[in-house]
Nanobody, 123 residues
Framework: QVSLVESGGGLVQAGGSLRLSCAAS????????MGWFRQAPGKEREFVAA????????YYADSVKGRFTISRDNAKNMVYLQMNSLKPEDTAAYYC????????????????WGQGTQVTVSI
């Protein structure tokens, strides 16, 4: 059982930066791969980034590659998403997820989800 709480969302101007944080409540945090997804109104939830158990492997959606960086600190049960060069199309609710299922870049690969944090990028 994993409880996830996101924070760090807010309003930022295009070109700016934000860092999202996800705090996990579990005794086996390093057993899960972690991911970030986002969903804008009227759109499907989409994959953003993922990181393996050890942090040795990362995956990014093409739309954010080169701008976003996912990282984790297993000692603190934390995962982060550093977002740079933000664009208006990045506006969405961002969700942290934890999983042990196969498929790091799909929703089906995750067992637990946070409540989300809103990111709004203005023109």
């Amino acid at each position: 059982q994993v409880s996830l709480v996101e924070s760090g969302g807010g309003l930022v101007q295009a070109g700016g930066s934000l860092r999202l944080s996800c705090a996990a409540s579990t005794r086996t945090f390093d057993s899960y791969h972690m991911g970030w997804f986002r969903q804008a109104p009227g759109k499907e939830r989409e994959f953003v980034a993922a990181i393996s158990w050890s942090g040795g492997s990362t995956y990014y959606a093409d739309s954010v590659k080169g701008r976003f960086t996912i990282s984790r600190d297993n000692a603190k049960n934390m995962v982060y998403l550093q977002m740079n060069s933000l664009k208006p199309e990045d506006t969405a609710a961002y969700y942290c997820a934890a999983g042990i299922r196969s498929g790091w870049t799909t929703e089906r690969g995750y067992n637990y989800w946070g409540q989300g944090t809103q990111v709004t990028v203005s023109i």
